[in-house]
């Protein structure tokens, strides 16, 4: 009988300091509540962060540059600026101003950049110091073209016609102007790709590792579309135009048109014709110890691959 009275006697006072601990955590967190949500003054420092920085200057201190803001607002807004250091922006390029050798921010000018990142819930009382500046460095910029390097196979009977396009084609380089002046392009890092028959799209990296540390390229990838079609060859029978031959001159010549092979894409097959091309012998080029000149290809369209004359000599006679 006095166990079963303990045991009750045990439980009751278990209860007891369950209810007790729940009111107090209750009391303890409504408490919190009503401190976050009372407003408080206080000073914090911010970290400038710098936006919009022209792409040829380079801002030699702008990491040591801060802004203390004295604010009033409730504690929920104080608790994130205690969890880590908070930073402010700066539009470089339309609240800095130039001031002798060196370029200024001032309040007058960029406070309301900086009061539009704050929410309505926060009153700033003080910002200081009222003035920054930063040490600038300034450095060439150029454009360079991008080169894809691509080592491809394609399978018989397909490749591309003008059909690999690179995006961007070209980016700046930025960096003391004696280190990029020599700089033409930039090659990509090679793709390979065996018994290809369809168009593809790869990312590739710019080789950048050989280049100065002062040079700076903000694109470091570029995309790269490679349209493959099926390709077919067609050949054409071309008339020969022999040009430069005096006024008093009167040359006889033959073949007077000459067979050519093409390779061209099936879309593009049908749209081919003689009027694409032409074809010259060059009479200048003629001397006493030949009695024939060389054809030339000096005209065709860009929807074509290659192109073959099949004759490589016109055979002449000159009669005055």
Same mark, same amino acid.
């Given at each position: 009988?006095?166990?079963?009275?303990?045991?009750?006697?045990?439980?009751?006072?278990?209860?007891?300091?369950?209810?007790?601990?729940?009111?107090?955590?209750?009391?303890?967190?409504?408490?919190?509540?009503?401190?976050?949500?009372?407003?408080?003054?206080? $000073?914090?420092? &911010? =970290? *400038?962060?710098?936006?919009?920085?022209?792409?040829?200057? !380079?801002?030699? +201190?702008?990491?040591? @540059?801060?802004?203390?803001?004295?604010?009033?607002?409730?504690?929920?807004?104080?608790?994130?600026?205690?969890?880590?250091?908070?930073?402010?922006?700066?539009?470089?390029?339309?609240?800095?101003?130039?001031?002798?050798?060196?370029?200024?921010?001032?309040?007058?000018?960029?406070?309301?950049?900086?009061?539009?990142?704050?929410?309505?819930?926060?009153?700033?009382?003080?910002?200081?110091?009222? $003035?920054?500046? &930063? =040490? *600038?460095?300034?450095?060439?910029?150029?454009?360079?073209? !991008?080169?894809? +390097?691509?080592?491809? @196979?394609?399978?018989?009977?397909?490749?591309?016609?003008?059909?690999?396009?690179?995006?961007?084609?070209?980016?700046?380089?930025?960096?003391?102007?004696?280190?990029?002046?020599?700089?033409?392009?930039?090659?990509?890092?090679?793709?390979?790709?065996?018994?290809?028959?369809?168009?593809?799209?790869?990312?590739?990296?710019?080789?950048?590792?050989?280049?100065?540390?002062?040079?700076?390229?903000? $694109?470091?990838?570029?995309? *790269?579309?490679?349209?493959?079609?099926?390709?077919?060859?067609?050949?054409?029978?071309?008339?020969?135009?022999?040009?430069?031959?005096?006024?008093?001159?009167?040359?006889?010549?033959?073949?007077?048109?000459?067979?050519?092979?093409?390779?061209?894409?099936?879309?593009?097959?049908?749209?081919?014709?003689?009027?694409?091309?032409?074809?010259?012998?060059?009479?200048?080029?003629?001397?006493?110890?030949?009695?024939?000149?060389?054809?030339?290809?000096?005209?065709?369209?860009?929807?074509?691959?290659?192109?073959?004359?099949?004759?490589?000599?016109?055979?002449?006679?000159?009669?005055?």
């Amino acid at each position: 009988m006095s166990l079963i009275s303990s045991t009750i006697k045990n439980i009751v006072r278990s209860r007891k300091l369950n209810v007790f601990l729940i009111f107090f955590i209750l009391a303890f967190f409504i408490l919190i509540l009503a401190r976050l949500s009372a407003s408080y003054t206080n $000073t914090v420092k &911010f =970290k *400038v962060v710098l936006k919009n920085i022209p792409d040829e200057m !380079v801002v030699l +201190n702008d990491s040591t @540059n801060v802004l203390n803001f004295t604010m009033n607002t409730d504690g929920f807004e104080w608790l994130k600026y205690y969890f880590k250091t908070p930073s402010i922006d700066i539009d470089f390029k339309n609240e800095v101003r130039k001031s002798d050798s060196l370029y200024a921010w001032s309040l007058s000018r960029g406070y309301s950049g900086i009061n539009d990142q704050f929410g309505k819930n926060i009153e700033i009382k003080t910002i200081n110091p009222d $003035t920054l500046l &930063f =040490k *600038v460095d300034i450095n060439a910029v150029k454009k360079v073209p !991008v080169i894809p +390097n691509l080592k491809i @196979n394609y399978s018989p009977g397909y490749n591309v016609l003008n059909s690999i396009v690179t995006n961007p084609d070209s980016v700046k380089i930025i960096g003391p102007k004696s280190l990029i002046s020599n700089i033409t392009n930039l090659e990509t890092n090679v793709l390979k790709r065996e018994n290809v028959n369809k168009p593809f799209n790869a990312r590739l990296a710019l080789k950048l590792d050989s280049l100065d540390s002062q040079i700076l390229v903000k $694109t470091k990838s570029v995309s *790269v579309d490679i349209l493959v079609e099926k390709f077919t060859e067609g050949t054409l029978t071309l008339p020969v135009e022999i040009i430069n031959v005096p006024k008093n001159v009167k040359v006889n010549y033959f073949p007077k048109t000459v067979n050519l092979s093409y390779y061209t894409s099936l879309e593009n097959y049908n749209k081919i014709t003689v009027d694409d091309f032409d074809v010259i012998c060059d009479f200048k080029e003629h001397n006493n110890k030949s009695t024939y000149l060389t054809p030339k290809l000096i005209k065709s369209p860009k929807t074509i691959k290659t192109a073959r004359l099949h004759e490589q000599k016109i055979e002449y006679i000159i009669s005055e």
